[in-house]
């Protein structure tokens, strides 16, 4: 038996990266995102592919900003941990399984499989989410009509919103920045994520209470998969009002007034406010994602 063999891939032989079994489904998970061959690596042994990851950024992003594929073979786990440990990028891991994952002994064993080998190479657990899908199927949630909405065309409107937002969150990557840069490193990282979306800044919404007071934001995004709620966040001292769903409805009625034919979404595990919102709202679970970040590294 030969020795592994790491490589990135080209465009000459990114057909390779499909000959692995992909027992969680992933590739129906991606089938409208777009990889870079050269940001596609695969392990082989006896040129067999044993191993694969892709990492993923956006069109004009000169590196990766996550890995969103990561396979292996059965009983490859090292080969697993060699090909995560010998990229030349320390990103973000997200692996994406299908619902009820956690019920079928073979997804089981073959998403711990993965797990093991991130944890080996030296990611750590972030959290663990649910992935949403509407369609026209599920009929548009209704609109309470209690808030007033309007776009915004000032950052600092919004910035200073997210930092109310975060200073008490459920969101674990924003607990994250905050304990890396604090409140303003978590509201400037939104709003960089969401001037790089390709959808329009126009879009982004502000809520207020008949009374004048900021009740929230959410901002209908395109993400480079299609139409998604990009977020949802209610100031503290307005919580406890059921104010989330009605920036959910309202998100959901913009998106499909701007063409949408279906709409993504997601909520951290943990988050059972905003997944019984999103339940209320029409949006099944269709996947779920766990999210690895390197240990002891910023990303």
Not at 118 to 135: I, K, S
Not at 199 to 227: F, M, Q, V
Not at 285 to 293: A, D, G, L, P, T
Request: charge should be negative.
């Amino acid at each position: 038996m030969t020795g592994l063999v790491i490589r990135a891939l080209s465009a000459s032989d990114a057909h390779l990266f499909d000959t692995l079994p992909d027992p969680l489904g992933a590739r129906e998970g991606h089938r409208r995102t777009t990889f870079r061959p050269e940001w596609q690596r695969v392990a082989l042994r006896d040129g067999e592919v044993v191993a694969r990851g892709a990492w993923w950024g956006g069109s004009d992003d000169p590196e990766p900003v996550n890995i969103n594929w990561f396979d292996l073979a059965e009983g490859e786990e090292e080969a697993g941990v060699e090909l995560l440990r010998s990229a030349p990028w320390q990103v973000e891991l997200e692996i994406n399984l299908p619902g009820g994952w956690r019920e079928d002994t073979g997804l089981s064993a073959a998403a711990e499989a993965r797990f093991a080998a991130a944890r080996a190479a030296g990611y750590e657990l972030l959290v663990e989410r649910f992935l949403y899908r509407w369609t026209p199927e599920q009929g548009l949630p209704e609109r309470p009509d209690r808030l007033r909405f309007s776009a915004e065309p000032d950052d600092a409107v919004f910035f200073d919103a997210l930092r109310r937002i975060h200073s008490v969150t459920l969101d674990a990557h924003a607990i994250k920045a905050i304990e890396e840069g604090g409140v303003d490193r978590a509201a400037q990282e939104e709003l960089d994520f969401f001037h790089w979306c390709p959808s329009p800044r126009e879009w982004w919404r502000t809520a207020y209470t008949p009374e004048g007071e900021l009740a929230g934001i959410h901002i209908p995004a395109h993400n480079p998969s299609g139409p998604t709620i990009g977020f949802i966040g209610v100031v503290p001292e307005q919580r406890g009002r059921g104010y989330a769903y009605d920036l959910l409805a309202d998100c959901t009625h913009h998106l499909v007034e701007q063409g949408a034919e279906f709409i993504s979404g997601a909520t951290d595990r943990p988050n059972f406010p905003m997944a019984a919102n999103f339940a209320k709202a029409g949006f099944p679970v269709v996947r779920e994602r766990i999210n690895f970040v390197p240990a002891g590294r910023e990303v």
